[in-house]
């Protein structure tokens, strides 16, 4: 089994920033892809980006530019610095990371940008 914490949520303006964080515990030895997903109110979760083991990425077309994806292998931690934000980024953001052939989501933070 594999935990994911995520931390650095909260409320910010449009045009703030804030990082999230994510760190996994447990049978963490292999982990593979991370990344993040969001889920609006009333819409389906979507993909914000994701990183492999060797530092790919990729990124919703909707946060390019704006929002940069990283991770520490050695602390088994990925990171989302978002900048820029827009009152449609408000969601909850949950982590997600891949070991071995299984999917691991964390209990998701609530981000919230006031117009």
């Known amino acids: 089994q594999v935990q994911l914490v995520e931390s650095g949520g909260g409320l910010v303006q449009a045009g703030g920033s804030l990082r999230l964080s994510c760190a996994a515990s447990?049978?963490?030895?292999?982990?593979?892809?991370m990344g993040w997903y969001r889920q609006a109110p009333g819409k389906q979760r979507e993909l914000v980006a994701t990183i492999t083991s060797r530092g790919n990425t990729n990124y919703a077309d909707s946060v390019k530019g704006r929002f940069t994806i990283a991770r520490d292998n050695a602390k088994n931690t990925v990171y989302l610095q978002m900048n820029n934000l827009k009152p449609e980024d408000t969601a909850v953001y949950y982590c997600n990371a891949w070991v071995v052939l299984n999917s691991y989501w964390g209990q998701g933070t609530q981000v919230t940008v006031s117009s």
């Open positions: 447990g049978n963490a030895f292999s982990i593979g892809t």
